[in-house]
């Protein structure tokens, strides 16, 4: 096991012996704008209670200096991970002196410099345990504790932490911080930002309770900084959550905060959430991004309860907030804010997440059994998020809004500022509902896979069949045409399924839709009469929750080998550029492109690279000007023309102003990047047209981008010294090396990659012992060879089941998805 790794029963055995009473963090980053400083200054006090005489501290850094044991300095004892501590008393106190490291991966204190302004940018990312990169503690989240946190850093700096501060000196040339105490938190959700972050406030009120409202980016971006939306979103969720949680926002103030190269879509720090600065976007964007941002602003406001006030004693439970605030961010969506089609975006394209994950071989329960801090870093998945959350949706159709609310309440006010399992949960909904859910609970949390519905016609009559029987309460809606020949639900039929086979009464109708308002967790099929009804007028189908869950079917099947992958590109074709909404419209054009490069035999593939670059290129020029749809349309062309080059000649001429372009077309910096790296993947654009578009766009962004067009070029030499990047370069931060990675992918030549295939294999044990879970994740994941053939990944995992397991679940986990590339791509073209 590496040393960075914890056990659950270990840190059960240490949460047994000791209880934390406070700590005081102290930490200097005055030096963090010269670079050539790795490490900056951190001495943490900690005060707790003790049962048992030795324990340890958790920390990752550069040194240890000095610890302080009860007012005697002691040997320092540290193997890199742990510190331990001797001769403890009843009550005790210890203070460590340590230089903790500057990250460049996204975790632990992470330092930025902008090429714009030279001005340098740090923030703390934590989740799940990476708080003890930057400061000694105890790192496990039923440890809590109140923290006094005081910063050094450079005059003129925005400092920020999770409660307001309370106590400023500056002498011109450095700050000194220190933040009022915060009320008991994990160590998990503490947080640190600093450096020159633009910054725009405001307040939110409720009765009695005033809370300050801050939101911050660089100082580069803020002209691209919409605060005002931003607000608006969160008093929107902020009284949604107030009124159906019936206990006051505790944290005192709501910092949000949009950082560079973050790891995450955001965290739920109290007071200080992090989101990543994706979200600020600097050209135009659609509908869906708009939507996803709210959700997600949501999604980490309703953390404020569910995982901030209450949290899980251990990473099994993760759910107990992941899953609660996946559900909580669409439903805050759909009822208090502009998005009121959330659910769409929801069934489409969250639970497409959630089956996905939950057909690989390492799927697990909702509850999950995580040994160590390696399973609970995999284990932030569409299962704990997703599927938890459609889970949710399900329990409240079960048990009732309103029990449902009821028994959110008795939890908070039960369990505030501390720690739960599954078993607090549910004796409080069962509580509130009268409900047992003991059955409820092991059919749905403790239990892997999911039913698949079909619809059967027989001599008596329909029959709904479901494999891997579970109870379901669905509905079955039947649509028609009305008089202008769209297609709307005439009735609906809900009914209760636990068996393998249930008769349903349906009258006859074009199109029968199972799991119709998307109440249950499973996959569904349309039945031969309904998929040619579909096939011919799914444009006018009205309903977009039921347009979402009709393509959710389509592709599910595509996936399952049960559809032809052409004609889901066909109907693709035909009705993508009708769909009006974004989300819906972003998830099948991604599906589309998917389909062609993981589905179709070679000869296919090739063909059909050509005919789906042409349709994305006919709908962008038909597309309405100036909107949405366009938008998407001009990416889904960008992403085509990497692997067909046949437009090459009209994409630079729209790129250098000398040819037609569409009208209203925003030719932001970001699409334009998308542009030339399909221009370089496809042999047609060079260093010195990418160094000319750089010369455009010198930003953060733009210097990613340049990376990943100049890895993009289809250069042996180039893919080489692209392989070399990846796993040789420790400087490459987090972005960069995604850049690096997506760039020696671009294009999707075989040709060129595939001699490091046996490389990869060779490499990746001593890339997860040397690197960081974050980094050595992604170059796993991202050079995962896309080979023919199952032979290789075989070979390694049989000579390598001594390997951790958490790397061994994500060489399981790609096998898997090559494995299904494989099998439908045997099938062939014909129609399924």
């Not at 009843?90 to 903790?100: D, K, L, Y």
Request: with cysteine; net charge negative; charged share 25%.
């Amino acid at each position: 096991m590496s040393i960075a790794n914890l056990t659950r029963s270990e840190t059960a055995a240490r949460s047994a012996a000791v209880t934390v009473r406070a700590y005081r963090v102290e930490l200097d980053v005055t030096d963090a704008p010269d670079e050539t400083e790795a490490g900056f200054l951190t001495t943490t006090t900690v005060e707790f209670d003790a049962t048992a005489t030795e324990t340890w501290l958790d920390f990752l850094g550069l040194e240890v200096r000095s610890v302080i044991v009860n007012g005697q300095f002691v040997d320092v004892e540290y193997d890199g991970a742990r510190i331990p501590l001797h001769g403890l008393r009843r009550s005790n106190t210890v203070v460590v002196s340590a230089v903790g490291r500057y990250s460049r991966s996204g975790e632990g204190l992470h330092r930025f410099r902008d090429p714009v302004d030279g001005a340098t940018y740090l923030y703390t990312q934590y989740e799940p345990s990476d708080a003890r990169r930057v400061f000694a503690c105890f790192e496990q989240p039923d440890m809590k504790a109140p923290f006094t946190f005081s910063v050094t850093a450079p005059s003129g700096w925005e400092v920020a932490s999770n409660r307001p501060a309370a106590i400023v000196e500056d002498d011109g040339d450095r700050q000194s911080v220190e933040f009022s105490p915060t009320l008991p938190i994990s160590t998990y959700i503490t947080a640190i930002v600093a450096g020159p972050y633009h910054r725009v406030e405001s307040e939110w009120r409720r009765g009695d309770l005033d809370v300050p409202l801050g939101v911050l980016c660089r100082a580069s971006l803020a002209r691209y900084l919409d605060a005002d939306t931003i607000f608006e979103v969160t008093r929107q969720g902020l009284d949604f959550f107030a009124e159906n949680f019936d206990y006051p926002y505790p944290w005192g103030k709501y910092d949000q905060v949009f950082v560079p190269e973050y790891n995450l879509g955001a965290m739920e720090n109290p007071g200080c959430v992090t989101f990543t600065e994706a979200y600020v976007f600097r050209g135009a964007a659609t509908a869906a991004q708009y939507e996803g941002r709210a959700n997600t602003i949501l999604h980490e406001m309703a953390h404020m309860w569910f995982g901030d006030l209450v949290t899980m004693v251990w990473w099994d439970d993760l759910w107990l907030k992941e899953s609660f605030a996946d559900y909580m961010g669409a439903l805050a969506s759909a009822e208090a804010t502009e998005w009121t089609d959330a659910w769409v975006a929801f069934a489409n394209r969250r639970k497409a997440w959630a089956y996905s994950q939950d057909q690989l071989p390492t799927t697990h329960p909702i509850v999950a059994d995580i040994v160590d801090l390696e399973a609970a870093k995999l284990n932030f998945d569409g299962i704990t998020y997703a599927k938890g959350a459609s889970v949710l949706k399900q329990l409240v159709a079960y048990v009732g809004r309103d029990a449902f609310f009821e028994g959110s309440r008795r939890y908070f006010r039960a369990h505030a500022f501390g720690n739960t399992t599954l078993g607090d949960l549910l004796s409080e909904l069962s509580e509130a509902s009268g409900r047992d859910l003991a059955t409820w609970a092991h059919a749905w949390l403790r239990t892997t896979g999911m039913s698949t519905l079909t619809l059967e016609r027989g001599a008596g009559g329909y029959e709904i069949v479901q494999t891997d029987p579970r109870p379901h309460r669905i509905a079955v809606g039947l649509y028609d045409f009305d008089d202008s020949g769209a297609l709307v639900r005439r009735d609906r039929v809900e009914l209760d399924l636990g068996n393998e086979r249930t008769p349903v009464d349906l009258p006859e109708a074009p199109l029968r839709l199972l799991n119709d308002g998307d109440l249950t967790y499973a996959k569904v099929r349309l039945d031969a009469g309904s998929l040619d009804t579909v096939e011919r007028s799914l444009d006018r189908v009205v309903d977009p929750l039921a347009r979402g869950l009709i393509w959710s079917a389509l592709w599910n099947a595509t996936r399952d080998g049960e559809l032809s992958p052409e004609r889901y590109l066909a109907m693709a074709q035909v009705f993508a550029p009708s769909e009006t909404n974004t989300a819906l419209m972003a998830a099948v054009l991604a599906n589309a492109g998917y389909a062609v490069a993981h589905y179709l035999p070679d000869a296919a593939r090739d063909e059909w690279r050509g005919r789906w670059l042409e349709s994305c290129r006919a709908a962008l020029w038909d597309a309405q000007p100036g909107s949405g749809g366009q938008l998407a349309w001009a990416r889904a062309v960008a992403s085509a023309a990497a692997v067909d080059g046949r437009f090459a000649p009209q994409i630079r001429a729209l790129l250098d102003g000398t040819g037609p372009a569409p009208d209203g077309l925003p030719l932001d910096p970001d699409l334009r990047w998308a542009l030339w790296t399909a221009l370089a993947a496809t042999g047609h654009a060079d260093a010195p047209d990418l160094a000319a578009e750089l010369g455009r766009d010198d930003t953060a962004s733009g210097r990613t981008a340049h990376l990943r067009a100049l890895t993009a070029r289809p250069l042996p030499e180039v893919k080489g010294e692209a392989w070399r990047a990846a796993l040789e370069d420790p400087g490459l931060s987090n972005d960069q090396l995604d850049a690096v990675i997506g760039g020696f992918r671009a294009g999707e030549r075989r040709d060129l990659i595939a001699p490091y295939d046996d490389a990869y294999f060779a490499a990746i044990r001593d890339v997860w012992a040397t690197r960081s879970i974050e980094i050595a994740r992604r170059i796993v994941l991202g050079l995962f060879p896309a080979a023919d053939s199952l032979d290789a990944v075989d070979a390694w995992l049989t000579s390598n089941a001594d390997a951790p397991g958490a790397l061994r679940r994500l060489v399981i986990e790609q096998r898997d998805h090559l494995a299904r590339d494989l099998r439908v791509r045997a099938l062939g073209v014909n129609d399924v």
